[in-house]
């Protein structure tokens, strides 16, 4: 098992999850289709190249499109198509309905790459077509003589880019509805769409008021490792990278990040494999996780990893609630929890400035605690992840002013 810190992991580099692949290729095979959805940094885009490995094992075929960078359907139609390239069965047939231009790069597909096909029929595509030629993309999967899996990764990425556009509610829903069409008319069996993305896609066609165009898929939610299999995790990559540890250093390293992310345990592992290199040493001790974590974790050299989780909160919120977010997450690092009265407090002072604030709080809290940055607690929300709890208390501790003093109750 080599150490990894950025690609997702498959094969001998994939770690347990047995019970998660267990369910959801029993899910796949059944022909059901699926959202898989978590926190980013979970495991997601390894577990479904881990399952579309092992279905090809069986005789499947597996595609996989990342729409994180597609801005408009006929993007997402073309990231799929490119998809498809190797299985020449499947992107011949796609190219051959595309008039001449199609026809060509059939008659030359072997000489074309993969990425170049995808430029070339995203060229045939408009807002007028996309929709036909997707529809033929799903048929062309659906009469390979092999079932198919397709992944859809970061699929609400790409709808938060959409809605964010002039008429971009409409587009994102004309675009749910019509993927919910093509799945309704497929014969059941393939393709099998596994649709994932660490935005929760359920609050978003919620606020779009159409639930019931993702109702038909079996929701999935990939969750932390636990306290055990990080453990197991850290010491099979410190066996396998030949560094030595003390008794204790893996269950350190654990509690120091608070929860079982399996990119906050390969990150950890790799950098106190770096610390012990730069010293001179195979043998690592529980004195020296805990530097790691102060001076690499939370230092200059962890800081894009932890900035990540702001960047992709943004990603997620519109502005405002963004802020109300930002705010959340500096009163519950500062003072230790985000309470009811904390939050009564934040309601009142942004309903002096936007509509719906309550509403906003609830809707950040909601993507706060979906996405695994806090949890519930008897004191109302706090911080299980202790890494991103001791980076934000770093950054807010100098300046931050408690709620209840800044939006005092007058009534009290
Ligand atoms: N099952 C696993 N075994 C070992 N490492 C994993 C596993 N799942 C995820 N990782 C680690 O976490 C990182 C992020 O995984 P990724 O699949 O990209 O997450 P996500 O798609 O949820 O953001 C990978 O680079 C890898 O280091
Ligand atoms: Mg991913």
């Not at 001449?100 to 008659?107: D, S, T, V």
């Not at 430029?119 to 807002?127: E, Q, S, T, V, Y």
């Not at 749910?176 to 393939?190: E, I």
């Amino acid at each position: 098992m080599k150490s990894s810190t950025g690609r997702w992991v498959s094969g001998d580099n994939f770690f347990d999850r047995e019970t998660e692949l267990k369910v959801l290729g029993r899910q796949i095979r059944d022909g059901n289709h699926i959202l898989l959805t978590g926190p980013r940094r979970m495991g997601k885009t390894s577990i479904a190249h881990e399952l579309g490995r092992r279905l090809e094992a069986e005789g499947w075929v597996f595609l996989f499109a990342d729409v994180e960078g597609a801005s408009s359907p006929e993007d997402v139609i073309a990231a799929i198509a490119t998809a498809t390239h190797p299985v020449r069965a499947i992107s011949s047939r796609i190219a051959d309905k595309m008039g001449r231009m199609g026809r060509f790069i059939k008659e030359n597909i072997d000489e074309i790459s993969a990425h170049e096909f995808g430029l070339k029929i995203r060229a045939g595509l408009d807002a007028g077509t996309w929709r036909r030629h997707g529809e033929r993309l799903f048929e062309a999967c659906a009469a390979h003589n092999k079932p198919v899996l397709l992944v859809i990764d970061e699929l609400p990425i790409f709808l938060k880019h959409l809605i964010s556009e002039d008429q971009g509610e409409k587009k994102a829903v004309e675009f749910l509805s019509w993927l919910r069409s093509v799945r309704q008319s497929l014969a059941k069996g393939s393709p099998v769409l596994l649709l994932s993305g660490s935005i929760g896609l359920t609050p978003l066609v919620a606020r779009l008021g159409i639930p019931d165009r993702i109702n038909d898929l079996y929701d999935f939610r990939l969750g932390p490792w636990s306290r055990e299999t990080c453990i197991q995790c850290f010491e099979r990559l410190a066996e396998h990278n030949g560094l030595l540890t003390d008794d204790g250093v893996a269950k350190t390293v654990y509690e120091a990040l608070g929860i079982g992310i399996p990119h906050h345990v390969q990150s950890f592992f790799a950098r106190l494999r770096d610390f012990a290199m730069m010293k001179g040493r195979d043998q690592v001790a529980v004195a020296d996780v805990r530097e790691v974590y102060r001076t690499e974790m939370l230092g200059p050299s962890g800081q894009s990893d932890l900035l990540h989780y702001e960047k992709r909160l943004k990603q997620g919120l519109d502005d405002e609630t963004f802020q109300i977010a930002m705010e959340i997450l500096a009163e519950a690092a500062a003072q230790g929890a985000f309470t009811a009265s904390a939050r009564r407090c934040l309601e009142r002072g942004y309903a002096r400035i936007i509509p719906d604030a309550r509403g906003r709080v609830s809707e950040a809290l909601e993507v706060l605690v979906h996405d695994g940055y806090l949890t519930t607690n008897s004191d109302g929300y706090g911080f299980d992840f202790h890494l991103l709890k001791d980076w934000w208390t770093a950054r807010f501790r100098d300046h931050h002013i408690p709620l209840a003093s800044r939006f005092p109750d007058k009534d009290q």
